[in-house]
């Protein structure tokens, strides 16, 4: 277990996960383990480096199969072993169709249709969606699994294969830019614009818990947002905060979002 005051630096949400990633440090530190992790997100990734630079005896190594993977696998291993070497143990699940229809798929569907699998979240990582399919990143034990079973994506019928890890074809994220007016840079106020709702309908997921910003659970719906924020809400999507251009004479805040789409 970490010391008490190492969970002050984190959400009360996130004790189990840093309960877990120090048992990792811990393992490759004193017992000279390595371990694979499955995909992090960006706050667990931050999280586990945070807990193994606190050890002088653990290093980590993180990747997600391209540079500017967003969920990536961890390497954690005594600091005398040289990680470079390590098998990233990344797979890409290239997803096919004949049917016109797969250019209206997008990363929710592909996503949607491996959970529904029974795949766990944490097996997959970026997904790089085409007009005219997907390529997922995957552990490469699951692969064999997909090739027997994935038949689907939202009713249109697809194939897939397993292709290594240089055949990627990457599709850099894109983002729908928009400047608002607010009169705060409130959270709820922000994100009631982004997603055109009501403040009130805004407000009962982020105390919910079901917000996210920067990969932290954000519960205060007042908390103030800032240039790079990073803010996602399940259920209606994700959008950064691109700049805060400055104040109107009548008193409101011009900021330029990004809308992932």
């Not at 193994?52 to 990536?72: F, M, T, Y």
């Not at 070497?85 to 016109?100: F, N, P, Y």
């Not at 932290?216 to 800032?226: A, G, N, V, Y």
């Amino acid at each position: 277990m970490p010391h008490q005051e190492i969970y002050e630096h984190f959400h009360p949400d996130e004790k189990v996960f840093v309960d877990r990633a120090w048992e990792w440090v811990n393992r490759a530190a004193e017992r000279h383990e390595t371990i694979r992790t499955d995909f992090l997100d960006p706050r667990q990734a931050h999280i586990l480096y945070t807990l193994a630079h606190r050890h002088p005896d653990a290093a980590v190594r993180l990747d997600g199969g391209n540079p500017d993977a967003e969920r990536k696998r961890a390497i954690i291993a005594p600091d005398y072993r040289p990680l470079e070497s390590e098998d990233k143990g990344i797979a890409v699940l290239d997803i096919v169709s004949d049917d016109r229809r797969v250019s209206e798929l997008d990363h929710g569907d592909y996503l949607g249709a491996l959970l529904g699998l029974g795949i766990k979240r944490d097996k997959i990582g970026d997904l790089h969606v085409r007009e005219d399919g997907c390529h997922v990143l995957i552990t490469e034990e699951i692969g064999d699994f997909l090739v027997g079973h994935m038949r689907q994506a939202q009713r249109v019928d697809v194939s897939v294969t397993v292709l290594p890890l240089s055949e990627l074809r990457e599709v850099k994220q894109t983002l729908e830019e928009q400047v608002i007016s607010v009169a705060s840079l409130r959270l709820d106020g922000i994100a009631s614009d982004v997603f055109r709702l009501s403040r009130t309908k805004i407000v009962a997921p982020i105390r919910a818990g079901r917000c996210r910003v920067n990969w932290k659970t954000e519960e205060d719906p007042s908390t103030p947002l800032r240039t790079g924020d990073l803010v996602s809400m399940k259920g209606f999507g994700r959008f950064k905060v691109l700049e805060v251009e400055g104040v109107s004479k009548s008193g409101r805040t011009r900021v330029r979002i990004g809308k992932f789409v």
